[in-house]
């Protein structure tokens, strides 16, 4: 038996022996925490580079990726990354989109935050300059495109606005760059391309493509306007 003395003290009054109470043994209850929260977030990293054209759907892992939709006909499907903190290279990579024609993937979209113009060319090397600005085009005229390095290639810090284009035998890679200003908050590359770490919104759009997608893909909608 558990017994407790309580005592009452005055500033004058002479102390008082109160009698002695007895308490019931209440039995323990194990403590829990307050809150308990169940995650089913995969506990791993996933990698750009696992990705290949021409994989099946079946090998998408879809605890990262989400059936954005299908468009065209059913054969058309689109995916998107889903769980952006579990990718290794969440610290450049933004989003990516990836497309299945055939259940099999024929396009692949990189939506990076920085620029990878340098680190490109010198893994695909030179590749072909497409610029449709002015102020670009200008800029050409009195300067070269690319220059030598001690790590490669670079490219022109003065131009802005462009497109590389690398054609393999197996795959199309095209990388786009536009760091135009851009005035208007609702555009909707400022909203697909703005992050903590491109507040502008600066496109930077790295395709991998099979090299028949173009092909495909017209193919598919024209099977769809027949229906």
């Known amino acids: 038996m558990i017994t407790i003395l309580l005592f009452a003290i ?7 022996e109160v009698p002695q109470k007895k308490v019931e043994e209440v039995e323990q209850v194990p403590r829990v925490p307050i809150t308990s929260v169940n995650s089913s977030v995969p506990k791993y990293k ?9 994989m099946s759907i079946s090998e998408l892992d879809q605890r990262v990726f989400k059936h954005y939709g299908e468009f065209y006909t059913k054969d058309f499907s689109v995916y998107s990354l889903d769980q952006m903190d579990y990718l290794v290279e969440s610290h450049y990579i933004n989003n990516i989109d990836l497309i299945f ?6 396009q692949i ?9 340098n680190e490109l060319l010198n893994e695909y090397g030179r590749a072909k300059l497409l610029i449709n600005d002015y102020q670009n085009k200008k800029i050409l005229e009195t300067e070269r495109a690319l220059t030598k390095t001690r790590k490669g290639y670079a490219i022109n810090e003065n131009l802005n606005q462009y497109r590389l284009k690398w054609i393999r035998q197996d795959a199309d890679i095209e990388y786009e ?16 391309f703005s992050s903590m770490s491109n507040p502008n919104g600066y496109k930077y759009k790295l395709t991998f493509q099979t090299t028949d997608f173009r092909y495909q893909k017209a193919l598919i909608e024209w099977e769809s306007n027949q229906k």
Request: aromatic share 6%.
């Open 101 to 106: 024609i055939d259940s099999l993937l024929v």
């Open 10 to 16: 005055g500033c004058s009054a002479p102390k008082k």
């Open 109 to 117: 979209q990189a939506f990076l935050t920085v620029d990878k113009t």
């Open 46 to 54: 996933f990698s750009f580079s696992s990705l290949e054209l021409g």
């Open 177 to 192: 760059l536009n760091e135009k200003p851009n005035t208007d908050s609702t555009s909707v590359n400022l909203a697909r």
